[in-house]
C-alpha cells in the first residue's frame, strides 16, 4: 500500500468552563476572558483586518490567507501536536447579574497540522514530527504486532470476520 503522506487526525471533544469556584475572587467580567481566548484562537486581530483592508483599497490584492499565530493542542507530555480548531461551538448556561457568563459547554473540534500542511523547516511540522516519533515510541512499547493481541487470529481475516 501506498501513502500519500500522514493520516489525517482529528480531535473532538466537549469542556466545560464554570467560574462558579472563583467567586472568591472578583470575577468582574466572569468567564468572558477565557471564552475570547478561545474564539480569537480561529478570528484574525483588528489589527490584520484592518492591514488587509487598507491594501484592498490601495488597489494591491492579497491572495493568501491572513497568517495565524501556530496553535498547539497538549494532552498531556506525550501528546503536544499544531492543529487548526475546525469548530468552536460555545453553548453559555449560567450567567452573573450583569449577564456575564458564568459557566459554559464547549464543543471544539481540531485537526492536527502534518508536515503535508506545513512548509518544510516550520515549527509547527518539527512539532508534528515529534508528535509523529512520540506516537511510534508508544506504539513500539505495545506487545508485539501479533493479531492475538488483538483479540483475533489469522482464521479470523482468512474467512471474512473481521
Known amino acids: 500500500m501506498r501513502l500519500k503522506g500522514p493520516a489525517q487526525e482529528t480531535w473532538k471533544f466537549t469542556a466545560e468552563i464554570d467560574a462558579t469556584d472563583q467567586f472568591e475572587v472578583a470575577a468582574p467580567d466572569g468567564i468572558h476572558p477565557q471564552l475570547a481566548t478561545l474564539e480569537m484562537l480561529v478570528q484574525p486581530t483588528t489589527a490584520k483586518l484592518r492591514e ?90 505495545a506487545r508485539g504486532g501479533a493479531l492475538s493481541a488483538l483479540g483475533l487470529n489469522s482464521g479470523d481475516i482468512g474467512l471474512g470476520r473481521v
Open 52 to 141: 488587509a483592508m487598507r491594501l484592498s483599497k490601495k488597489g494591491t490584492i492579497e491572495i493568501s490567507p491572513i497568517e495565524m499565530p501556530l496553535t498547539l493542542f497538549t494532552w498531556g507530555s506525550k501528546r503536544v501536536m499544531p492543529v487548526r480548531i475546525t469548530e468552536l461551538s460555545i453553548n453559555e448556561s449560567a450567567f452573573d447579574v450583569n449577564l456575564n457568563p458564568i459557566r459554559a459547554s464547549l464543543s471544539i473540534g481540531l485537526k492536527v497540522l502534518t508536515v503535508s500542511d506545513l512548509p518544510a523547516g516550520h515549527r509547527g511540522a518539527e512539532l508534528y514530527l515529534a508528535h509523529l516519533a512520540q506516537k511510534e515510541r508508544l506504539a513500539a512499547a
